[in-house]
């Protein structure tokens, strides 16, 4: 089993430039999760889906749209990158929502936005 | 103001050194409060999930205990593979979003 997967694993971006992040896990986990990850600052949450054909706001939503493509992939979008969005951004997931489920974290995407 | 602190910020140990980092929280109503393991590069890995204040976890050189306020994640004669960067992670209330701390980095020094 891969687990979780990201991709791609490094991106450089213009101002106002779109791109897409890919997650996708293999686990058979219902919910996943997208986070940002900042020097000197905690993960904090973008969005999340706690199942299939759901998906909720975190702690930091703006500037990011996401899609639950199916139970395995779960993907970011970036309409218009902003310099504030350079960030590495990890994908989560756990087997059930609602739950106390270990959270397993793939390798991360480290954006730059210039 | 945090939830969930993290302390120290920073952590130098020689191989050998046992030590303690914390993880105080300031939420009511604890579901679970998570320890994970992040290497330089890579993305957390789950290390402990404590559920009730009492309860104790051990991982080979790792001991990770629980009372109502705070967590500590005890390292035991700590070897230079130890270093990384640990993060504490406190589900609470009516949410079952985990709230992260902003970590400790450990290093060992051989």
């Known amino acids: 089993n891969a687990g979780v997967t990201q991709t791609p694993k490094f991106q450089v971006l213009k101002t106002g430039q779109s791109m897409t992040l890919q997650c996708a896990q293999d686990m058979n986990h219902n919910s996943m999760y997208w986070y940002r990850q900042d020097p000197g600052m905690g993960l904090r949450l973008i969005y999340y889906?706690?199942?299939?054909?759901?998906?909720d706001k975190g702690e930091v939503p703006n500037g990011y749209n996401v899609s639950r493509l199916n139970k395995r992939e779960f993907s970011l979008r970036l309409e218009s990158a902003a310099p504030s969005q350079t960030s590495v951004y990890f994908c989560?997931?756990?087997?059930?929502?609602?739950?106390?489920?270990?959270?397993?974290f793939g390798p991360g995407t480290r954006l730059t936005v210039l | 103001e945090d939830q969930v602190t993290q302390s120290p910020e920073a952590l130098r140990l020689q191989e050998g050194e046992s030590s303690s980092l914390n993880c105080s929280y300031t939420?009511?109503?604890?579901?679970?409060l998570f320890w994970y393991r992040q290497d330089p590069g890579k993305g957390p890995e789950f290390l402990f999930t404590l559920y009730s204040a009492g309860e104790e976890k051990e991982k080979e050189r790792l001991k990770a205990t629980l009372t109502k306020k705070e967590s500590f994640l005890h390292i035991t004669a700590p070897k230079p593979e130890d270093s990384a960067t640990y993060l504490c992670?406190?589900?609470?209330?009516?949410?079952?979003?985990?709230?992260f701390g902003r970590g400790t980095s450990l290093i060992v020094h051989p």
């Open positions: 939420v009511s109503g604890l579901r679970g």
């Open positions: 889906s706690a199942s299939e054909g759901t998906t």
């Open positions: 989560a997931s756990t087997a059930s929502p609602l739950s106390t489920d270990t959270q397993y």
């Open positions: 992670a406190v589900q609470a209330g009516g949410s079952y979003i985990p709230t």
